[in-house]
């Protein structure tokens, strides 16, 4: 890109291209194909403490086996972490942080959490927008996310980066002294130093809006919630058409990304994603998508775990892997699912 290309493409028009999902990232039916842990409304963050799987779906902490529900709060709960010595911190759609029961102030978008030793790490997504008005966020093209590092002790906090475009997933990377994190809108990794200072690119260009990262043994797991679409990519380049879209029509019917696939006739259609005879295509263009993608320690993918254009499973934001297979939580799908690891492409 050169300092003329806003200025020629007056004249040429502008391109709209996407990164491709090949190599490691190349569609399969993984996802659909795994085994179901258990149906739930929504299912967001994932988490063990004690040694069980816990999950979050809308105000409740619930925990699968035995089922029973940890906790119910005031607001959609948004993010959770378990320290080292099993403290339970939850993030909340209305910006509440809570550890071990004590309430911390200060944030209005929390998306996700990581404890390293007694220390807690934030992803505030938004500056001035809740977890759950992501897409308006996307829409306004806001790049001002920010993540933070928390005494939970003190309930001190102090701002490590700033200026984000959506910060949605952070995990420590203590021996390279960094903190790896999503930053969806930018559709790519970056990393910030443990004391705080300027992002770096880790892993640009991917094909699909990630969300949150943990830590395996052979490396990281990455979701990613929704694909690029050529069409969201081109609403996204009109300013004008974006400002008419927001005020006149109801956000779920927006040119939007999407955590699920809509049932209704007033959605966005492209052509090649129209049900022909009753038939999904799988590689049709689509709003949604469920992707999971294992990396290895140096953040480059080398297997990946997909739902299809037709899949059951989409909207994944959180995975981890446990007894040696991969948890993911269809947000979009209503499900948990498990797949056996590696092998994904």
Known sequence: MSLLDPLLDLFRGKAVTIPPMDGALRPNTLLDDSEVVIAALEPDNL?????????????????????KTIGT?????????????????????DGTLLVGGKEIAGFNCITALAFHKDTLYVCN?????????????LMHRNTSGSVWQVDPATGNRRQLASGLA??????????????????????RLVSIPLS???????????????????????G????????????????????????????????R????????????????????????????????????????????????PQASYHSRANGRFHGVTSALMLDGA?????????????????GGT
């Open 47 to 67: 988490a063990v403490l004690n040694g069980k799987l816990i999950y979050s779906s809308g105000t409740d902490v619930r925990q699968v086996s035995p089922r």
């Open 73 to 93: 709060f005031a607001s959609p709960v948004t993010a959770l972490a378990v320290s080292d010595a099993g403290a339970l911190a939850v993030g909340l759609d």
């Open 125 to 137: 997504g938004s500056a001035g927008l809740a977890p759950s008005q992501w897409a308006s966020d």
């Open 166 to 187: 959506y910060a949605y997933g952070l995990v420590i990377d203590a021996s390279a002294g960094r903190i790896v994190v999503s930053e969806s809108w930018a559709h």
């Open 196 to 218: 705080g200072g300027r992002a770096t690119e880790v892993l640009p260009r991917l094909p699909a809006y990630p969300a949150r990262i943990t830590a395996s043994e052979t």
């Open 220 to 251: 990281y797991l990455l979701s990613l919630f929704a694909p690029l679409n050529r069409l969201v990519e081109f609403v996204l380049q009109e300013p004008d058409y974006r400002a008419d879209m927001m005020r006149e029509i109801d956000s």
């Open 253 to 300: 019917f927006w040119i939007a990304p999407s955590l699920s696939p809509s049932h209704s006739f007033l959605e966005p259609l492209q052509n090649g994603g129209v049900r022909s005879m009753g038939v999904h295509k799988p590689w049709s263009p689509t709003r949604s998508y469920g992707l999971v993608a294992e990396l290895d320690h140096d953040f480059q």
């Open 326 to 342: 991969i948890i993911a939580a269809a947000k979009g799908g209503n499900h948990i699912v498990r797949v056996a690891a590696a």
